[in-house]
């Protein structure tokens, strides 16, 4: 079927998705839901500083590793963005994002918005997806029913999901998460019409099979 071949003909570069979101605004299950559906698209798994909390893996969810390793990669030229978050380092790996790449996978990156800022200099084709909580009431409602964080830790979420939630502008598309389905099919929704966008059609091929010039 000449869809399915214009389709399976991309221009070899796969589509970078970058999520980002303030604390508390449904991101983790979000993009957990995505991959699971989605087996051609890849989390890239980041480096990081922090300690591994309980039913992490290492390799899977993050690389943990310490603060003189991270420094040495920064130093190197290894990450193609990374940032400082609650008080831990977090970075990209340019070599994964190059590995998924070339083994033909869209990848998805969880990540905050001063990477995603940086990122946006270096691949300015990613798609950029900001995901809200409908309102500031509801954000807090889910931080004190997760029951993780103490009062002050909370009111520290709080803060930075404000300072963050004006970024929402240098982002390509806004999910807002009232409803999880309705707010994962609009994910699907971005991720189905990104991958239909004349630029991820790989121009020769189209010549090809329309024996046009
Ligand atoms: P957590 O420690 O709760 O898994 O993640 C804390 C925050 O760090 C989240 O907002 C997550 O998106 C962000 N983060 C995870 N990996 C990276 C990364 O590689 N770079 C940047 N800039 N942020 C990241």
């Known amino acids: 079927m000449a869809g399915t071949e214009i389709r399976s003909n991309r221009n070899n570069s796969g ?4 999520i980002s979101a303030p604390s508390g605004a ?7 839901q995505l991959l699971k559906k989605n087996p051609d698209i890849k989390l890239s798994v980041s480096y ?10 290492n390799h899977v969810d993050y690389t943990f590793i310490s603060k003189a390793r991270f ?3 920064i130093d190197k ?3 193609a963005e990374w940032a400082t978050v609650h008080g831990n380092l977090y970075g990209t790996s340019i070599k994964r994002l190059k590995e998924l ?4 996978y869209d990848i998805l990156l969880d990540i905050d918005t001063h990477g995603a800022m940086q990122l946006k200099k270096r691949y300015a084709n990613a798609v950029y997806i900001f995901i809200l909580p409908p309102s500031v009431e509801v954000l807090e409602e889910r931080l004190v029913k997760r029951k993780t964080d103490s009062k002050d830790v909370i009111a520290k979420r709080l803060d930075n999901a404000k300072s963050e939630i004006p970024y929402y502008k240098d982002y ?9 389905d309705r707010a994962y099919k609009e994910l699907e929704c971005i991720i189905i019409s990104s991958r239909l966008s ?16």
């Open 101 to 104: 790449n070339r083994a033909g």
């Open 15 to 18: 589509v970078l998705y970058v």
């Open 198 to 213: 004349t630029s991820k059609v790989d121009p020769n091929r189209i010549k090809k099979l329309y024996k046009i010039k």
């Open 71 to 73: 420094v040495k990669m």
């Open 77 to 79: 030229g290894e990450f």
């Open 172 to 180: 390509d598309y806004i999910v807002v998460n009232d409803r999880l």
């Open 26 to 32: 449904g991101k983790t299950t979000l993009c957990r």
């Open 48 to 57: 990081t500083t922090r300690q591994p909390r309980r039913g992490e893996r």
